[in-house]
């Protein structure tokens, strides 16, 4: 994944904002990587454009050798059916759908076969295979976030995006989560966290700092 | 879950937003039959009634001056005689079949039974004018030959023969009219609302047995092409001067004459039904908007509702067209399924309603009814409910469009 010179602003009643400048830098396969930086850093809009899910006012993202923000909305949503997972922080489960279905939904949109057996595949690695027809309703939070990381991860993606996907969770579910994230990364996912945990952050091979939407400084190698 | 599927679970899943929504759609729908119905009801039902009886008959009796008139004292007495009846062939295009009738209550006897009935001294085309109806095995009405030879017999209203007759039948069997004997060659079936019924017998035996100086009660006639009020209202003018100029009186005495013009009548009643299907439109109309403007809030509520659900399908990877196609769908289904309960309701209900109005009418064929077959036409329903489907469409689809193009980071902030 290479970063290309993204800025992002907004317009408000006070004048332009400008949230992220120039960001610059660049991932290799297989790698993780922590976003840190304190509260309206600019930290989760630098995701969301990384996914696709916003856009930026400058520069670009290249995504396995595609401009991402060079192509029209549908085709960003089948790069992000295929190649992306995003782990939210509010988890963001669709409430009508039980833990099954919400993990089903990514493969049936990526058109994979066999969603429900692999679905349930998931479920069960994430420790949720007693939980598979609860609605999120139900869940605890720590079992909701295990969900959204296995509906993240169930398409194989190339690159795990997650933002602050600890920041709901006490501490042991915190280890928990973690440990499903790190042994996703050790299995060749690429993976991308935004914290401001610190123990989070340390368990990435890479870590960026950004302060008021620049980027301070860049930790480790890759 | 395939897209049927997931959309019918979100439906359950919202199961009371789903029921208000269609039952926006199902009252609608249900209160537009329902009104049309009533409206055509009403419609047939008069229609009917008119149907019944000649709608263009025009009959005068004449009355007493109250006016002097070129030397002649008011207080005179008018008879009608074959003058008039040739006068107002004369003189107005507009009418057609003139005829003189004489009429006389008389005691008709048959074996045991006796009433008192209108017996009417009828020319052929009485039948005509008057609409008289012959069932099959009924007989006829008075024609030429009979005219011409004066002969005894005689036309019962069916009334007639249920009090004198019971369950026998009437026909070839000869009843007492007075001191005479009339055989009876017809039964007239039309429903008649007032008095014990008549009994008609042909004109030249009328005069020679009870009115030796030709003078008649009356003089009644067919009237064409006055569609309108005017064109009544001229006519009714036209004939009383004409009358007035043959019997010499004078034309502004509202005495002289009693006019009866059921074409006036008709006209003026199909008016008010003009009026009233106008009416009945019109508030149908503003339903069906009331009905679209309750699905569109509703759906722009829900899909508002659902923004959230719409940034976090686009977040995995749903495309824009995907969600937008489910969102149309889910209109479609709502709107055309509680549509087609509407319809079923209205259609029930009115279908029932005409059932019991035929029932009741089968256990009195001589009874009238201004409500008739309160059906509407299936075309005009399934229009209304194709409008309101549409509609439903259109309301899910403007804010679906809106909301798939927010930025999913966007959608996924609201609650």
Excluded at chain 2, 193 to 221: C, E, V
Excluded at chain 2, 265 to 270: G, W
Excluded at chain 2, 377 to 383: A, G, H, R
Excluded at chain 2, 399 to 412: D, G, L, S
Aim: charged fraction near 20%.
């Amino acid at each position: 994944m290479v970063v290309s010179h993204l800025s992002k602003s907004v317009q408000d009643a006070s004048g332009t904002l400008h949230i992220l400048r120039d960001i610059d830098f660049h991932l290799a396969p297989q790698q993780s990587l922590a976003i840190v930086g304190a509260s309206g850093s600019g930290k989760s809009t630098l995701l969301s454009i990384m996914a696709g899910l916003d856009t930026p006012t400058q520069g670009t993202v290249w995504l396995g050798g595609v401009d991402m923000f060079a192509m029209d909305e549908d085709a960003r949503a089948a790069v992000r059916a295929r190649q992306v997972g995003f782990v939210f922080q509010s988890f963001q489960l669709l409430g009508n759908m039980t833990a099954l279905e919400n993990v089903m939904l990514p493969l049936e949109l990526a058109g994979l076969p066999n969603p429900r057996a692999a679905a349930k595949d998931m479920l069960v690695r994430v420790g949720l295979g007693e939980r598979l027809s609860h609605y999120p309703k139900v869940l605890s939070g720590g079992e909701q976030q295990r969900v959204a990381l296995a509906r993240a991860f169930v398409v194989k993606p190339a690159l795990l995006l997650a933002d602050e996907p600890t920041g709901a969770l006490d501490s042991h579910t915190t280890v928990e989560v973690m440990k499903v994230l790190k042994e996703l990364n050790d299995n060749g996912l690429t993976t991308i966290i935004v914290t401001h945990e610190k123990s989070v952050a340390e368990e990435t091979r890479k870590i960026i700092h950004i302060k008021d939407g620049l980027i301070e400084s860049i930790e480790g190698k890759g | 879950m395939n897209v049927l599927q997931e959309i019918l679970a979100g439906l359950k899943h919202n199961l009371l937003r789903t029921i208000l929504t269609g039952l926006s759609v199902s009252w609608g729908i249900f209160i537009l039959i329902v009104l049309l119905g009533a409206g055509n009801g009403l419609k047939n039902g008069v229609t009917s009634n008119f149907s019944e009886r000649a709608t263009n008959t025009v009959q005068m009796w004449p009355g007493q001056t109250s006016m002097p008139y070129k030397g002649l004292k008011s207080g005179r007495n008018l008879q009608f005689s074959e003058k008039q009846v040739a006068a107002v062939h004369d003189n107005l295009t507009e009418s057609s079949g003139e005829t003189g009738i004489i009429e006389k209550q008389s005691t008709i006897t048959y074996k045991n039974e006796y009433g008192s009935y209108n017996l009417v001294g009828a020319n052929p085309q009485y039948e005509k004018i008057f609409n008289l109806k012959f069932l099959e095995n009924d007989g006829r009405f008075i024609n030429k030959l009979d005219l011409d030879a004066s002969k005894k017999v005689i036309i019962l209203d069916k009334k007639i023969t249920e009090v004198l007759f019971k369950k026998e039948s009437a026909l070839g069997k000869y009843v007492q009219v007075g001191d005479i004997m009339f055989k009876v060659i017809g039964v007239n079936s039309t429903k008649e609302r007032w008095g014990n019924g008549n009994a008609y017998i042909p004109f030249t035996t009328a005069q020679l047995i009870y009115n030796p100086d030709r003078k008649f009660h009356s003089i009644a006639m067919t009237v064409n092409g006055l569609e309108t009020n005017e064109a009544n209202e001229a006519f009714n003018e036209k004939l009383k001067g004409s009358i007035a100029q043959s019997l010499s009186y004078d034309p502004k005495d509202t005495q002289a004459l009693h006019l009866w013009n059921a074409q006036r009548d008709y006209v003026e009643t199909m008016k008010i039904f003009g009026g009233i299907t106008i009416f009945v439109s019109i508030i149908g109309i503003f339903t069906l908007i009331a009905g679209i403007v309750g699905v569109s809030n509703i759906m722009l509520v829900s899909v508002k509702e659902r923004t959230r659900e719409i940034g976090i399908r686009k977040a995995i990877g749903a495309p824009p067209a995907s969600i937008l196609r489910s969102i149309i769908i889910e209109s479609i289904l709502i709107t055309a399924v509680f549509g087609y309960i509407g319809m079923v309701f209205g259609i029930g209900l009115t279908e029932m309603v005409n059932f019991f109005l035929e029932q009741s009418a089968a256990g009195n064929p001589e009874g009238m009814s201004v409500f008739k077959n309160p059906t509407v036409s299936l075309s005009y329903v399934l229009v209304s409910t194709s409008i309101l489907i549409l509609s439903g469409v259109v309301a899910g689809y403007m804010p679906a469009r809106r909301a798939v193009r927010i930025k999913p980071i966007e959608a996924m902030r609201e609650e």
